[in-house]
């Protein structure tokens, strides 16, 4: 992977480096990120109270910390707190802090996610779906793609990126008045049937893989369907690492390369440059970040 990092070099594309996972040694953290070729990383938040500290490794890594604000489907910190399905409550206090709508890339973590212990009832199910369409229609009226999350709700969540409708009564400016559906977006971790993951594709969607799909074989024809074209790398750290006992990290997503290019028949090297395209094609703000990028690619 030597001849990858010196010259495209990775960007990770959904990860939580404000996570209380990473707070005693971020920046050993973002050193070994460095080191092993990745250049960006696109760190999504899941609570309102996330918001300050991403905005706050951003000001200390300003060409590497790339910030996005977003509610999580599932709401509160598990062992300390309840975990339990988000609601319209748990957005409120977020939105103040879409004033730093000139810093953040995208709008994430947000989305869907209706496994049957966070979310048993349809009137759960119904209260996701409306905190997450009011989140795109922040995205769409700041002009944001978004970084999604689709957890057993492939289908409904692509279904909800494509149909989303521009409010007239949003507090922000609008870039999109007229256009139907959400133009661009990033489905982590997808899990979801190729054939639903295919509307996303047409839909013009990019899908990301953590290094723990390399251990799953059911995502093997998923990954194989879905065109490199649509693929972006991403390593979720601290979670989904290749080990559930040890924390996952940044410098891991030459992990999700590797088992890529295998997958799809190619080398790492051309796995590392076509993503890195995509992640620059789909987070345009990213260019502002990490200068050195296009010289390289």
Not at 125 to 153: C, T, Y
Not at 197 to 220: D, H, I, L, T, W
Not at 275 to 295: G, M, S, Y
Request: glycine share 6%; hydrophobic share 40%.
């Amino acid at each position: 992977m030597q001849n990858v990092t010196m010259a495209a070099g990775f960007i990770d594309c959904h990860c939580h480096i404000s996570a209380e996972e990473f707070a005693e040694d971020v920046g050993d953290v973002i050193k070994r990120a460095k080191e092993a070729g990745v250049k960006a990383l696109v760190s999504v938040t899941e609570h309102a109270d996330e918001f300050e500290k991403v905005i706050q490794l951003h000001t200390r890594y300003p060409d590497f910390v790339v910030p996005c604000f977003g509610i999580h489907p599932v709401q509160g910190c598990a062992p300390q707190l309840q975990q339990h399905s988000v609601t319209m409550q748990d957005l409120e206090p977020a939105l103040p802090f879409f004033k730093y709508k000139d810093e953040i890339a995208a709008v994430g973590e947000i989305g869907l996610d209706f496994t049957p212990w966070y979310a048993p009832h349809s009137e759960q199910r119904d209260e996701q779906q409306r905190v997450f369409r009011s989140q795109l229609d922040i995205a769409k009226q700041l002009g944001l793609p978004v970084n999604v999350h689709s957890r057993s709700a492939g289908r409904q969540t692509i279904t909800a990126l494509k149909e989303q409708e521009h409010s007239l009564h949003c507090r922000f400016a609008s870039s999109s008045e007229g256009i139907r559906g959400i133009q661009h977006a990033l489905l982590h971790n997808f899990a979801g049937k190729p054939s639903v993951a295919m509307e996303g594709v047409q839909a013009g969607y990019f899908f990301s893989f953590p290094p723990a799909v390399s251990k799953n074989e059911q995502r093997v024809k998923l990954v194989k369907q879905i065109p490199l074209e649509h693929i972006c790398l991403e390593t979720d750290s601290p979670a989904l690492g290749l080990d559930k006992e040890v924390r996952n990290e940044p410098k891991n997503i030459t992990i999700s390369c590797e088992y890529i290019a295998k997958v799809k028949g190619v080398t790492p090297e051309r796995v590392a440059e076509i993503t890195t395209q995509n992640a620059l094609k789909l987070f345009p703000r990213i260019h502002r970040t990490v200068k050195c990028l296009q010289e390289a690619l």
